[in-house]
């Protein structure tokens, strides 16, 4: 749309400016100078650079170099210009100038040919240079020196002043960009120009789509990063559900992710436009309100992993209700009200969250109990219990999220639960050789790919080709390693077991059969020991994270939409998972859409009313039969419709 947007002002804009490119960011002809078109600068943090109790004899300053005795020390203390005994704090405004920017008054000429100045010496040799110029250990050491700020010329606009004076219907393209998207459609409804005719139609096409798919409070200088993920998925949806094109297949891998039901359903009327259109439109889901508009549904099953794998239905939705499959008894249950909730056993309280979108929110979250924190996407959910309440108790926080677990490509189930040493040494023991010989981090590797796996051949001009290592097939492992076995299997044999599997296997082992009966309650009996973590879906990543703090007590859990991805049936155990949780003595927050997990909560937090600028308060708090009762929310309304 931004496209689009600056063809508008290159078109009919005035004063007339140039082309196209003077209204991008991206471009020399249109981005700020001073930030090169970011909206932001780094630059040199001097609370965290300088210690204003400590003088130059005291090593006040914690730049690399700068200590007692290091060169640039010696540089600047060696110059004259300052009393190395006197305290930062007590600097006159000119000794200051001289430290940060090695003249009397900022700009002006060097007092010492020597002294540069921290702050200008900073930006010469950090901020000039890019990542790739400087070494891991110089970044990590200068991160923690450096502070993000908006640009002091452009104040976060990203264009040069030239751009910023162009105006259509007496706005500047900032300004527009600037604009929640249901008032950019009404002021672009008022150009009346014939040449920009065209241009206003694709905009406002494309915008009336975004608000109607229920994102009528973004503008676009929202920076992506910022979304919720039920925002980007409907992002991403609408960049194609907006196609003309007719005759394609459409595939979308489980669209309703991170969305409300309110949202769900808007996103199926696009699914039916695009069909309509004259498409092919596949959709993997397990959202019973997905699942039911579809013209023809194919159950693939009959469990997960190894034991899957089988296309057991397909047909109509009305028939799948009738085929007796897992699926099909899924979509028949309706889950009642929680009939008795847990009662808290006290309150933490969080006050006055301002964060993004909250709006001085203050709430009471309760102790040893189920909550269920909700609202539309974009309403603040994540905000106020991941950015606020996370943070504020920290100490006894256990985040559970579906982020990567790991930046290693080597880490696997039994690395990461840490029960991989104690297979090693089974096997160590029952061979009487070295433990580390059953490691493909160490004596175990195989010599040929260093225990990959795999092969990485970098080219020159092109991407780097991986290919499976020939020598040992991609097990990973030595052939003296492979040699040697444990009731007639081998590391790699064993490691490809499943956790079920391997529960049975390793039956007399206390430490083993408590870490794979955590994988087995959290639902992962199907995963492999050694398969590598980066495979895993979101998930799997987060119940895999679950399986490492099952057995503490007196934590708070705190779960970011834990059903996602999860077939209807599933859901249940993840239910009967997290009250176990409590009954244990922890306390288990969950931020979720899912109707059937609200139903089973002991608390709900209802944070809305939308989206948004529209959202960022607590419109309901209380328990699920409450809510159903006299709750006056969208998730209200969804709630009893579910009933």
């Known amino acids: 749309m931004y496209a689009a947007l600056r063809l508008l002002y290159a078109r009919i804009g005035t004063p007339y400016v140039g082309t196209v490119s003077y209204f991008s960011f991206n471009d020399p002809n249109g981005m700020c100078k001073t930030c090169s078109g970011i909206g932001k600068i780094l630059d040199l943090d001097i609370e965290r650079a300088i210690d204003p109790d400590k003088s130059w004899n005291e090593s006040m300053l914690g730049l690399p170099a700068f200590g007692v005795g290091n060169y640039y020390w010696k540089l600047y203390t060696g110059s004259g210009l300052f009393d190395l005994d006197k305290k930062y704090r007590d600097y006159t405004p ?186 092919t439109v596949l959709v993997v889901e397990h959202d019973k309100d997905v699942i039911s508009i579809a013209d023809e549904v194919i159950d693939v099953g009959p469990l997960a992993g190894k034991n899957g794998g089988e296309i057991l239905f397909q047909g109509s939705y009305e028939a799948l209700l009738c085929s007796g499959t897992r699926t099909g008894e899924a979509m028949k249950q309706n889950t009642p009200l929680k009939a008795v909730p847990r009662s808290p056993n006290g309150f933490l309280p969080v006050r006055n969250a301002c964060i993004h979108n909250l709006k001085n929110v203050s709430v009471d979250i309760p102790l040893n109990v189920l909550t269920v924190v909700t609202g539309v996407a974009g309403s603040g959910k994540s905000s106020l219990i991941r950015d606020v309440f996370a943070k504020q108790y920290a100490d006894r926080v256990v985040l559970v999220d579906q982020s990567p677990v790991t930046a290693t490509g080597r880490s696997t189930p039994a690395t990461f639960l840490s029960f991989f040493d104690e297979i090693r040494k089974i096997m160590a023991a029952e061979n ?9 981090n160490s004596k175990g590797a195989c010599p040929a790919c260093g225990g990959r796996g795999q092969i990485v051949t970098e080219l020159v001009f092109m991407d780097p080709v991986t290919t499976v290592c020939e020598a040992c097939e991609g097990k990973r492992y030595s052939e003296e390693a492979l040699s040697f076995r444990y009731q007639d299997k081998n590391i790699v044999e064993i490691l490809d077991m499943s956790a079920g599997e391997a529960y049975e296997f390793f039956g007399k082992n206390k430490k083993l059969r408590k870490a794979l009966g955590a994988m087995i309650e959290v639902g992962l009996p199907y995963l492999s020991l050694g398969q590598p973590l980066s495979t895993l879906s979101g998930g799997e990543r987060q119940r895999v994270k679950l399986a490492k703090y099952l057995d503490k007590k007196g934590n708070i859990y705190v779960l970011d939409e834990p059903t996602t991805g999860l077939h209807a049936s599933d859901v ?24 059937d997990v609200m139903k089973q ?10 989206g948004g600028t529209a959202g960022g308060e607590i419109v309901f708090t209380g328990t699920p039969k409450e809510m159903a009762e006299r709750g006056n929310t969208i998730t209200a309304e969804y709630l009893r419709k579910s009933l």
């Open 94 to 279: 000119e000794e200051r100038n001289l430290l940060l920017f090695g003249s009397r008054e900022p700009g002006g000429p060097r007092a010492h040919k020597r002294v540069e100045g921290i702050k200008t010496q900073f930006q010469r040799l950090c901020l000039m240079k890019g990542p790739e110029e400087q070494n891991d250990y110089t970044l990590r050491k200068l991160n923690q020196f450096m502070e993000e700020r908006p640009c002091p010329v452009c104040h976060g606009r990203r264009l040069n002043d030239k751009a910023l004076s162009c105006k259509v219907a007496g706005y500047s393209i900032d300004e527009m960009c600037a604009m929640e998207f249901t008032e950019l459609v009404k002021v672009l409804l008022t150009i009346e120009d014939p040449r920009a005719a065209t241009i206003v139609d694709v905009l406002t096409a494309s915008l009336t789509r975004m608000i109607d798919i229920g994102l009528p409070y973004l503008s676009m200088d929202r920076e992506s990063s910022t979304l919720s993920g039920g925002e980007a998925q409907r992002l991403k949806l609408v960049r194609y559900m907006g196609s003309s094109l007719t005759g394609m297949t459409y595939i979308f891998d489980e669209p309703s992710t991170g969305m409300h039901p309110r949202d769900v359903y808007r996103m199926t009327g696009l699914l039916r436009s695009l069909r309509d259109k004259g498409n």
């Open 432 to 440: 009487g050789v070295d433990a580390s010989l059953f490691s493909f």
């Open 572 to 595: 249940q155990k993840v239910m009967e998972l997290l009250d176990n949780l409590v009954d244990r003595g922890n306390t288990v927050i969950v931020i979720e859409h899912n109707l």
């Open 601 to 610: 909560a002991d608390w709900l937090i209802d944070v809305g009313p939308d």
